[in-house]
T-cell receptor
Framework: SQQGEEDPQALSIQEGENATMNCSYK?????LQWYRQNSGRGLVHLILIRSNEREKHSGRLRVTLDTSKKSSSLLITASRAADTASYFC?????????????FGQGTRLTINP | DVKVTQSSRYLVKRTGEKVFLECVQDMDHENMFWYRQDPGLGLRLIYFSYDVKMKEKGDIPEGYSVSREKKERFSLILESASTNQTSMYLC?????????????FGQGTRLTVV
């Protein structure tokens, strides 16, 4: 089952513009993470926001979390061609005392020069 | 520099073959995961392991098994490969809950079953 659902599925913008991606989830969480995947490669961790945080920044990335709406957004400011990638949100689901990381379907971001 | 290494980037196997996908991590992580990734379906969890010799089914375990005999190595086994198992397979590891919970991924194995 997919815990996180990203929106939109695909986004195409001009270089220099801001890109916003959204993620909704179904169950309560301890934290939410965002990952990036360049074409045909593994995923790379970008940022983690804990359930008691509302906003977090890392360089050109800004993540918000609204636990009442069970949603998160990832904002990339001043986009660059190198930001072209797929972006995934992920949440933990407790199972048998372990924590499995569940990903959404991702947003494919294209930055046009 | 932390590392998760998958044994192959590309693999072509015949229907009915037994296939082993290997994953090794050098971070002493307790948790390891196998996902498959297909267009439009995102990452789906096949199996995960939270300790040596321990394993739990994910969302799509049918047709797969796993082995974790050593902490650093987590193997995914396709007992009898079928064409619908053609996919990108991603291995990941992360520390036990309560520590840094970031997951580290391998580069992926693109498996084609013909």
């Amino acid at each position: 089952s997919q815990q996180g659902e990203e929106d939109p599925q695909a986004l195409s913008i001009q270089e220099g513009e801001n890109a916003t991606m959204n993620c909704s989830y179904k169950t309560s969480i301890n934290n939410l993470q965002w990952y990036r995947q360049n074409s045909g490669r593994g995923l790379v961790h970008l940022i983690l926001i804990r359930s008691n945080e509302r906003e977090k920044h890392s360089g050109r990335l800004r993540v918000t979390l609204d636990t009442s709406k069970k949603s998160s957004s990832l904002l990339i400011t001043a986009s660059r061609a190198a930001d072209t990638a797929s972006y995934f949100c992920a949440t933990d689901q407790a199972i048998q005392g372990a924590q499995k990381l569940v990903f959404g379907q991702g947003t494919r971001l294209t930055i046009n020069p | 520099d932390v590392k998760v290494t998958q044994s192959s980037r590309y693999l072509v196997k015949r229907t009915g073959e037994k296939v082993f996908l290997e994953c090794v991590q050098d971070m002493d992580h307790e948790n390891m995961f196998w996902y498959r990734q297909d267009p439009g379906l995102g990452l789906r969890l096949i199996y995960f392991s939270y300790d040596v010799k321990m394993k739990e089914k994910g969302d799509i375990p049918e047709g797969y098994s796993v082995s974790r005999e050593k902490k650093e190595r987590f193997s995914l086994i396709l007992e009898s490969a079928s064409t619908n198992q053609t996919s990108m397979y991603l291995c990941a590891s992360r520390a036990r809950w309560g520590k840094n919970t970031e997951a580290f991924f391998g580069q992926g194995t693109r498996l084609t079953v013909v």
